[in-house]
């Protein structure tokens, strides 16, 4: 089956640097890979929508300066969390939508969870 | 009223039984996602159903699109079941909405 990868899988960092996260989709091409934020006990939200070759879309309230997505190849999407705070502490799950899909399957990877001091 | 609810919020279960858990939506799909989301935080995706119904081991995954309603359902639980178990919904504009899950706990 599909599978899509993170890495890492978790990451500890300070206050005012940069993280970056990557979403890979191992065995098929992904037109488009979404990017979601989990805090504790709530529900996945939907950050920003990225397709490849193209700059992301992003949901409202989300910071597109702060939250910088690359999508630059089929199988490949990158979030940098920019000058990370306490506040952005999460867990970041992206999901792949396979290229020439006809139905409107997501596959997700495993999340990295992110804590920033 | 969300657009994605899903019933129970927390389900606790003995080892054997037959779980039932249900999902309403409010809005047009054209796919319904079930995930199932261990204490780790990990998502697998479990089915993914724009009609019928789908089985995958002691999984059961039934959707009815004139009454906007999915149930998954697990015969024979397990301990290792315990997880939450969220429903999300997809329209034309790819955007899944999730409900706010449903936390299952399987008692040995």
């Known amino acids: 089956g599909a599978v899509v990868s993170q890495h890492p899988s978790w990451v500890i960092c300070k206050s005012g640097t940069s993280v970056k996260i990557e979403c890979r989709s191992l065995d098929f091409q992904a037109t488009t890979m979404f990017w979601y934020r989990q805090f504790p006990k709530q529900s996945l939200m939907l950050m920003a929508t990225s397709n490849e070759g193209s700059k992301a879309t992003y949901e409202q309230g989300v910071e597109k300066d702060k939250f910088l997505i690359n999508h630059a190849s089929l199988t490949l999407s990158t979030l940098t969390v920019t000058s990370a705070h306490p506040e952005d502490s999460s867990f970041y799950i992206c999901s792949a939508r396979m290229r020439q899909s006809s139905s409107y399957e997501q596959y997700f990877g495993p999340g990295t969870r992110l804590t920033v001091t | 009223k969300n657009e994605v609810e899903q019933s129970p919020q927390n389900l606790t279960a003995q080892e054997g039984e037959f779980i039932t858990i249900n999902c309403s939506y409010s809005v047009g799909i054209s796919a319904l996602h079930w995930l199932q989301q261990h204490p780790g935080g990990g998502i697998v995706s479990l089915f993914m159903?724009?009609?019928g119904k789908k089985k995958h081991g002691r999984l059961i995954a039934t959707i009815n699109i004139q009454e906007k309603h999915s149930s998954l359902h697990i015969t024979a639980s397990h301990p290792r079941d315990s997880a939450v178990y969220i429903c999300a919904v997809g329209g034309g504009s790819e955007k899944l909405v999730f409900g706010k899950g449903t936390k299952l706990t399987v008692n040995p």
């Open positions: 159903l724009s009609s």
